[in-house]
Structures are given as C-alpha cells and as structure tokens.
C-alpha cells in the first residue's frame, strides 16, 4: 500500500498525470506551429493529429498486456523515458514525414504510460478510495490541460516550438524520475490462457464483452465521446460565428468547461458511492449535452459561458466514474488491458468526432454542429439509463473473477463472501 489518498507515492502519481498533460498540450501546440511553419498546409497540421491519435488507438492492445505483464512502475519508467527520447527528436527534425512517424510513436508511448499510471492507483490509496483517488487525479490532468497552452504559447512566441518540444521532452524526464521513485509495485501474474499472445491481448476485450456492466458502459462511453467531442471543433466558430465574440469568446467559453470538470471531478465525483457509478456516468453524459444544446439553442455570450460550465461539471463527473467503474469490475491481472481499451476508445471517437464535427461545420456551421454533439450526447446518456434500467439485479453486483478459469461469477451481497470470492 502507499499510503491512502496523502501517501507519497499517491501524490507522485497526481504530479506525473499533470505533467503529462501538460506535456502533452505543450507538445500538441510546438508541433501544430511547426508543423504548419514548415509546410503552410492545412493537410499536414490534420495528418498530425491523427498521427498522434493512431498510435493511442492502434497500440492500446499491446500497450495494455506490456502493463499486465511487466512490472508496471517499470514499464511506466521506460515508456516516459522513451517519450522524451522521441520529444528530443521532435524539437530537431524538419522532415515532415519523420515528424508524422516520430508523433505515431509519442503516441505509442502515451499508450502504455497512460493505463500503467491508472493501475497503479488502487495499489496507492486501496481499493475502497479509488473514486476519490480518480476524481484528485482528473483535478491534476485538468490543471496539466490549463497550464500547457499557456506555456506552449509564451515559449512559441518567445523561444520558439524547438524549445517547447525540449521542455516536454523535460517533463517526460521528470515523470520517469517520479516513476522510478515510487515504492509501491504491481507485479506481473502468470499468463490466464493458453492462447497465446493474440489470446491474450484480447483478454481485456473479452473480459469486457463478458461483463454486461463493462458492455453498457464501453458502448455508452463511445457513444458519448463520439458526439461530446464534437465541441472541441465547433466551439471556435460557435464563439465567432454565432456568439459573436472572436477569440476572447472562445477563450471563455474553454475556460468555463475546464473549471467546470474541475469541480465536477472534485466536488461531486469524489463523493460518488460505488453502486451508483453507472446512473452517475449516464447523469454526467444527459448534464454534459444539455449544456451544451442549451448553449446552441440561446447564443447569448454570457448563458453560453455559464452553460458550458455546466456542461464541465457533467463532464468531470462522467469521468471520474467511467474510471473508477473499470476499478471496481476489473480484476487487477487485467487492468493494464481494460484501462489500454478504454484509451483506445475514447482516442478512436476522438477521432471519428474530429472528422465528423469538420464536416458539419463546413456545412452548417458551428452552432448546428454545437446543437447536434449534444442533443446526441443526451440521447446516448438517457439510452444508457435504460438499458441500465434493464439489466437484471445479478448482472449489475460487482463481478469476482477466478484467475484460475477466467470465469465471471458475482458476489451474492445477501450472504458472507467465501474465502475465495475475497
């Protein structure tokens, strides 16, 4: 154990998730103004960033049996030292095809250290505090996310992005000196099947097909992802475009949805009771996307702003449950698999949403676009609570995996856990 929720290694892993969401923006931002300094193209800005995004999604399955089947603050050492390596390489090159490769694997990299942070943390603060551990952990990714472009933009402006890729490749060194630092350990366990690595790479998946809770939330967080994310292009001509408001709009209109996840990750989400993580993740869905149709349909600059903050609340909320829902239903031998899955999702709506929400506002602009990301993001949350609503007692109790068969039985709440189900 690592000492609870104050405990020294739990603050490590708190620092290292805001470091590389910092990084991550920092590098995200360099790249963007490098890339398009080199090449004066659209084209080439767009096959960035779904370079990036391909190494997350393609390599999640790999990156999460790496996670389960070596010991996992090593395998965070290596993947956040490799990153800074490939960061270096960043801030020197000027071919555009080895920035494209060289941002894949950054990506690929984020795909290991990503779920080994998160399997670290029920070994940190314990299994009963993981919803509260998650909802500190999101607070520190979410202050990462503020401070990156504010610091990517100073030193582009100043330095320039050479300089801010070097100092990502500096944050990378200092999470792997914080990886490395840390006394808790997660030790490998034997390999569940015989199937061979194939088999086991898609041991998460499988898991994932088997639990109908997981199912639920898999689909509905997708589904969620694929229209919420929506925003992230809209928003900028919605501020232009419909609120009238430029640049400064769309400064406040971000603002208000990173300070709402704030307080939706740590004034609600921290409080959040194990048995209603699911209704919790489908409320933070239905809040997340009437804010932002409630933004749409009344584009009044200061209803706008109040709104999305709403919306953040929502979506801090949404966040810290999915997470902690993986916890509480996933056996610790498949976590790094699970926690891989989920990135791979979330990335690959990510995705599909980046593509989907440019077409639509090439079409019919912002705020059509605003208005379709959440109205869908309300339907997928209200078809959550249903189905939900309709899975029977059984299914919804916490599963107890036996390593030896893989099989899923479930806890009868009723009656005194055998010695094996603890």
């Not at 470091?19 to 193209?41: F, H, Q, Y």
């Not at 603060?125 to 503020?146: D, Q, S």
């Not at 402006?157 to 990378?172: E, H, I, K, Q, S």
């Not at 078809?383 to 939900?388: E, I, K, Q, R, T």
């Amino acid at each position: 154990m690592g000492g609870g929720i104050r405990g020294r290694d739990f603050r490590l892993l708190v620092a290292s998730t805001g470091l590389s969401a910092l990084g991550d923006e920092l590098a995200l931002i360099a790249l963007t103004i490098k890339v398009a300094n080199l090449t004066d193209s659209g084209l080439a800005v767009a096959a960035l960033l779904v370079a990036g995004l391909l190494g997350l999604v393609l390599f999640a399955p790999v990156a999460g049996l790496l996670v389960d089947r070596y010991e996992t603050t090593e395998t965070l050492a290596v993947s956040v030292l490799v990153q800074a390596g490939l960061a270096v390489g960043l801030a020197y090159t000027t071919s555009l095809p080895l920035i494209l490769v060289l941002t894949f694997l950054l990506g690929a990299g984020a795909a290991v250290s990503s779920p080994a942070v998160y399997t670290l943390v029920p070994v940190a603060v314990g299994e009963e505090r993981i919803t509260e551990a998650n909802a500190y952990l999101e607070t520190g990714r979410y202050v990462g996310m503020v401070a990156g472009p504010a610091l990517a933009g100073i030193l582009a402006a100043g330095p320039g992005a050479r300089v801010a890729l070097l100092v990502d490749a500096l944050t990378f060194l200092a999470i792997g000196m914080a990886a490395m630092a840390l006394r808790i350990r997660r030790h490998p366990q034997p390999a569940e099947t015989a199937a061979g690595r194939g088999g086991e790479m898609r041991a998460g998946f499988s898991f994932i097909a088997r639990d109908r809770v997981l199912l639920l939330a898999f689909t509905a967080v997708g589904t969620v992802i694929l229209f919420a994310a929506m925003d992230n292009v809209a928003e900028v001509f919605f501020a232009r475009q419909a609120l009238d408001a430029g640049d400064w709009g769309f400064g406040l209109l971000a603002s208000g949805w990173l300070l709402g996840m704030v307080g939706g990750a740590v004034v609600i989400g921290r409080t959040l009771p194990t048995e209603r993580l699911v209704p919790s993740l489908m409320a933070g869905a239905v809040m997340t996307g009437i804010a932002v149709t409630a933004a749409a349909v009344y584009p009044v600059v200061w209803f706008a702003v109040a709104m999305f903050v709403v919306g953040g609340i929502g979506n801090g909320v949404f966040t810290v449950a999915a997470r902690s829902l993986l916890v509480h239903r996933t056996p610790d031998r498949l976590r790094g698999r699970v926690f891989a899955a989920y990135g791979g999702l979330a990335n690959g709506m990510l995705l599909a949403a980046t593509a989907v929400a440019g077409a639509l506002v090439v079409a019919v602009g912002g705020r059509v676009a605003l208005l379709v990301g959440g109205i869908g993001t309300v339907v997928a949350g209200v078809a959550g609570f249903l189905w939900y609503a309709a899975l029977p007692a059984d299914a919804k109790r916490a599963p107890v995996v036996l390593p030896e068969s893989g099989e899923i039985t479930v806890i009868d709440e009723s009656e005194p856990a055998s010695p094996t189900e603890a």
